[in-house]
Every structure is written in structure tokens, then in C-alpha cells.
């Protein structure tokens, strides 16, 4: 019993070390680009520059840059399932 809790303490402690924090606002996006090699230049113009790190199939991050230097991080949950339908009324004369 006690190789058990020790292995599974173990475990937890080792897969919380996993998920480490890899945007800092303030950071070059140098530093950005070698710490999230996963992520997608999506616009770029000549006073900033917005990258997208895909987490899953509903949830993106991104973040900007402006002058080289990360000022604001935006996480965007996509929801394919929530259907919003207008309803149209006709007036009555």
C-alpha cells in the first residue's frame, strides 16, 4: 500500500512539473518563437505581429506583439455546438 501511494504521488507531482507557463508579457519575440515552436504566425504588419498556439480543436491563445515585445495574450474558445438563430418578425400593418 505504501509503494502504491508513494508511486502515484510520484506521478502527480511529476505531471504537474509538465504544464509550465511559456508566455511572459514583456518577453522578445525571439524568446516567444523558441519557447512555443508551435505557433502560427496569423498577421503581421509593420507595428505588430499576432501569433495563434493551438491548445485543442476548441481552444486558441493568441498573442501580441508590438515593437518586439509581447503586450497582450487573449485565449479564444471556439463552441461549433452553440447555434445562435435570429428570429425575424414581421410587422403588422
Sequence with gaps: ?????TI???FL???????RN????GMTETEFKKKNYSAI???LTEDYSVYR?????????Y???EKG???RVKEEINRPDVVIQKSVEKEVE
Excluded: Q
Excluded at 500500500?1 to 501511494?5: D, F, L, S, V
Excluded at 507531482?13 to 504544464?19: I, P
Excluded at 511559456?22 to 508579457?25: A, D, I, N
Design 1 to 5: 500500500m505504501k509503494t502504491i501511494t
Design 8 to 10: 502515484l504521488l510520484a
Design 13 to 19: 507531482l511529476t505531471g504537474c512539473a509538465l504544464v
Design 22 to 25: 511559456t508566455v511572459e508579457l
Design 41 to 43: 504566425l496569423s498577421e
Design 53 to 61: 498556439i493551438p491548445h485543442d480543436s476548441y481552444t486558441n491563445m
Design 63 to 65: 498573442v501580441y506583439f
Design 69 to 71: 515585445r509581447l503586450v
